[in-house]
């Protein structure tokens, strides 16, 4: 059975990126099943070129503002992510460190590793799915 990292490896970046709405969340290890905290989703917002969003948690309450962009993996330079960044002001000092790198593992459905930075390194902190709902 492929390790998570092997399944992030093997996903890829799509050329233009599609997301918009409302993205279903789930936490994923090895040896534990896949559990949705929260009801927790991923809402995109596709303005023109840009897109950016904010957790939502049990339909109600929005956090964590982001913006997304295409770069290079902080665990792996030498492999293409998208990364959904927290770096905004308004969001709570604990979140703006983390960096969600998100690949495409099949339509509408893609593998992520939360990177959490400290004094200018980066951390691997947990791995996640991301599906559209």
Not at 112 to 127: N, R
Request: with cysteine; glycine share 8%; net charge positive.
């Amino acid at each position: 059975m492929a390790t998570y990292k092997e399944k992030f490896r093997r996903g890829w970046v799509p050329e233009k990126l599609n997301l918009d709405g409302k993205y279903a969340v789930y936490m994923v290890g090895p040896f534990l099943p896949k559990i949705r905290f929260l009801r927790q989703c991923k809402v995109f917002e596709k303005e023109q070129a840009s897109i950016s969003g904010v957790n939502e948690f049990l339909g109600l309450l929005r956090i964590a503002k982001f913006r997304v962009e295409k770069g290079s993996s902080l665990s792996d330079p030498d492999l293409d992510v998208i990364r959904i960044v927290y770096d905004n002001p308004a969001n709570p000092f604990i979140v703006r460190p983390l960096v969600d790198e998100i690949r495409q593992i099949d339509e509408g459905e893609f593998l992520g590793q939360g990177m959490y930075q400290v004094l200018g390194k980066a951390f691997w902190a947990f791995w996640f799915l991301v599906k559209r709902i």
